[in-house]
């Protein structure tokens, strides 16, 4: 079963970029839309970005749209999500998953890793 693992996060200010990676332990079929989600404290989790890794199609959530751009490498497993021009709101734990069909519902995503904190903060 995939197996994925989030990294990259940590504290920044206001402003100030960071790269996630989700590394996959299994292989990420051309089937496969892999999604990044995010939970702040006390928020449920929400849509922040997904890619279909087969034409490259990406999918974003309005709230992050021209500062966020997901990508994948398909010779190293692994998604990306680059984050520009953070704000404090961009504050929560990020997570990513896969599913076989788009959507923006994390119930419908599986391969959930521990995530990883992004702070955003000055």
């Known amino acids: 079963q995939l197996q994925l693992v989030e990294s990259g996060g940590g504290l920044v200010q206001p402003g100030s970029s960071l790269r996630l990676s989700c590394a996959a332990s299994g292989r990420i079929y051309s089937s496969s839309i892999m999604g990044w989600f995010r939970q702040a404290p006390g928020k449920e989790r929400e849509f922040v970005a997904a890619?279909?890794?087969?034409?490259?199609?990406?999918y974003y959530a309005e709230s992050v749209k021209g500062r966020f751009t997901i990508s994948g490498s398909k010779a190293m497993n692994t998604v990306s999500l680059q984050m520009d021009s953070l704000k404090p709101e961009d504050t929560a734990v990020y997570y990513c998953?896969?599913?076989?069909?788009?959507?923006?519902?994390?119930?419908?995503?599986?391969?959930w890793g521990q995530g990883t904190q992004v702070t955003v903060s000055s």
């Open positions: 998953a896969r599913t076989t069909s788009y959507s923006r519902q994390p119930s419908e995503y599986n391969g």
């Open positions: 890619i279909r890794w087969g034409t490259g199609l990406q």
